[in-house]
């Protein structure tokens, strides 16, 4: 089952939540981590965990419900809000034969495209989008989850190479904004 874990993805968006629990300018802002699988998300969590760094354990351990620092999959996310979440497309195309897959789960069953919907509206200030193929990959996709996750995907490389206009709502931070990390 190694086809459904990317431990690639999990060190980058272990470093982001680091490099965020430890900026002083960022850390008030909450964070929420979603995987398209379970299998990630709990490789992602030990990862948080096996880092020893005090800011990120203590996000982990908070007991406030609201502000602590969540690691979900795309089904568990309904309902939970934090300022920054954090979204991993978890496959790669290296794992499967330089192929991306068309299985994603959750998102290509009925409905899936709801369930990317909730995940990324939890967010209350910005989405970090972290995958490991181009969205193009999934161009030819066929269930409507996948397409919207190729919608999604292809709107966040925009913004990230500013090819996308700034959004007309000022923000009280310069750089906040959707962005997407196309490793």
């Not at 969590?45 to 020893?52: A, D, F, T």
């Not at 972290?130 to 490389?157: R, T």
């Amino acid at each position: 089952g190694g086809k459904k874990i990317n431990p690639i993805e999990a060190d980058a968006i272990v470093n982001e939540v680091r490099r965020r629990a430890n900026d002083p300018a960022l850390k008030s802002q909450s964070i929420g981590i979603v995987t398209v699988n379970l299998q990630q998300r709990e490789l992602i969590e030990q990862k948080l965990r096996e880092i020893n760094d005090k800011a990120v354990a203590d996000l982990l351990d908070s007991e406030n419900d609201t502000e602590n620092l969540f690691v979900l999959n795309l089904e568990s996310v309904q309902g939970r809000e934090r300022d920054v979440i954090i979204l991993g497309t978890s496959f790669s195309p290296k794992a499967t034969g330089g192929r991306t897959p068309h299985n994603f789960g959750p998102l290509i069953s009925a409905g899936g495209e709801r369930r990317l919907n909730v995940a990324v509206t939890r967010a209350r200030r910005l989405v970090v989008v972290f995958s490991s193929f181009d969205p193009e990959d999934l161009s030819d996709a066929n269930s409507v989850g996948l397409k919207h996750l190729y919608e999604y995907l292809k709107l966040a490389q925009m913004v990230s190479n500013g090819e996308w206009p700034a959004p007309s709502v000022s923000s009280p931070v310069g750089d906040d904004r959707h962005r997407a990390e196309i490793g």
